[in-house]
């Protein structure tokens, strides 16, 4: 009750002209976080909606509307009152100049407008929020989150259908597509995902065609040609290696081609030098057996690249990849035991991938760190992952020696 008394002084304080000297936006947020609302908390603040008016601070309408929005998160949305009060509360703000040109309120307005759409409920001035929400996935990351809660919204109304015609969006995505040339967090990209159904061959040639301009590699870019390639049949563009700005991008969308079961890309795959381990493993399917016997001898070779072999693409390869001979487990093993000082889990998966394989080798790594550990190195990574091997294969030991080994050489130098 008496929290209660200190929120309603605080929403009829909200109407002081100098309210914004004793509150700061981030105390709006952090207030709208902690409170509960219950039916009492929801009405008084639905109440004072009324006394705001232009001459109030922008603070003031700030809290306003980081209130609604907490609201509407944890006590659901009751249709009568959104119509009757916070909808023409949110359709003022948006009308307000002060908040024509600044991001923090206007991704206030999308965040109520996704809420909103999520709960399907109808409100007035859903073409304004639209027209935001396009301007907010043009923005490319300027003011506070206003891109990321403007492609939320316009893929809650996609989701929703409340846009009745949606592939009327698809002239102004496409344009800001254009525009972006590839940023790290590429909203366009994926809300045209939503619409690739409605697209038409113009438009799908389009997307594609930009493709090899790129400069910056997007993932859900490259999912978005990706999946337009194959629903027209169009993968003119994926051979032509030399028109491409960016190889990676080009290697990320042969690797979704062959992830689809476009298995004929799977050769250009292995032919990418920037191709590493986890390309390859995708590839290996659709290779032919004898192909596919030829580059996995040639994958172990390279199993010490650091730079083509990474912990979680060796254990997709021992997965994908075999059954291995005998001969192919101790080339690994004589790489991986090289690699243990870096990263223990490399040797650790050889292991566990062949259990009568690493009966017969503990001894011989046991032997084998022991004499590294004697021989006086000061490298602390190495000594550490030494520990974390010989911990690890004892479980393979047949008879209880690995501590032996461990007392006599290794226990003065911890």
Known sequence: DLFFEHFKELLNASTDPFFGHFISKADARRLSACIEFDGRMTDVLVDSLDKITSDNHPTAVFLKMQLIIAALQRNGVIVDLVSAKVSPFIENFIKAHRCGVCFIYLTQVLEAATILEVYDVKYSWKHEAINLGLRAIRSNGSGEMFDKVGMQFLAASIDNRSINEAHLLLPSLVEALVANNGYFYDCVSSLLLKLTKKMSPEVIRQIIWLAPERDILSMDFCKLVSNLMVQSNDFS???????????????????????????????????????????????????????????????????????????????????????????????????????????????????????????????????????????????????????????????YAVVDCLWLGMHRNVHSKK
């Open 237 to 395: 563009l994926i051979s032509k290696a030399k028109k491409w700005n960016n190889m990676k991008l080009r290697l990320t969308i042969l690797k979704l081609l062959v992830e689809s079961n476009v298995g004929q890309f799977a050769p250009l795959i292995l032919e990418d030098p920037e191709a590493h381990l986890g390309y390859c493993v995708i590839a290996y399917p659709h290779l032919s057996e004898e192909v596919a016997q030829t580059y996995k001898k040639e994958w172990i070779e390279r199993l010490g690249d650091r730079r083509f072999c990474f912990p979680t693409d060796f254990n997709l390869f021992l997965v994908k990849c075999g059954p291995f001979t005998i001969a192919e487990f101790e080339k690994m093993f004589d790489i991986m035991m090289e690699r243990y000082t870096v990263s223990p889990r490399f040797l650790e998966s050889l292991l566990d991938s062949c259990p009568s394989f690493a009966i017969t080798k503990v001894s011989g790594i046991i032997e084998r760190i022991t004499e590294l550990l004697s021989s006086g190195r000061e490298d602390w990574t190495m000594i550490d992952a030494a520990f974390e091997i010989l911990e690890y294969v004892n479980k």
